[in-house]
Nanobody, 119 residues
């Protein structure tokens, strides 16, 4: 089992920045991929960014590329999402997910943290 706890959400004006954190526990993450997803009210959960723990390789949704950065801290077992140039359409609940690299879907989830961007 992997336990995930997200922190760092809040209210910010358009153009501002926030950094989300996802602290992981329960397993060694060297064979895992970690990701951030987001879900706005009435919409499906969408992929935002992912990182492979061992290699540090990253990928992003087109909507956040060049504005968001995903990173990890091995010593703290924590994944971060630095969000810059925030837009009102970035408003959503943000969820941290984890999966073994070979798995098709993310199957460990945190409780989510709310990000609200005002115009």
């Amino acid at each position: 089992q992997v336990q995930l706890v997200e922190t760092g959400g809040g209210l910010v004006q358009a153009g501002g920045s926030l950094r989300l954190s996802c602290a992981a526990s329960g397993r060694t993450l060297s064979t895992y991929a970690m990701a951030w997803f987001r879900q706005a009210p009435g919409k499906q959960r969408d992929f935002v960014a992912a990182i492979t723990w061992s290699s540090g390789n990253t990928r992003y949704a087109n909507s956040v590329k060049d504005r968001f950065t995903i990173s990890r801290d091995n010593a703290k077992n924590t994944v971060y999402l630095q969000m810059n140039s925030l837009k009102p359409e970035d408003t959503a609940a943000y969820y941290c997910g984890a999966k073994e690299i070979a798995a098709y879907e993310y199957h460990y989830w945190g409780q989510g943290t709310q990000v609200t961007v005002s115009s």
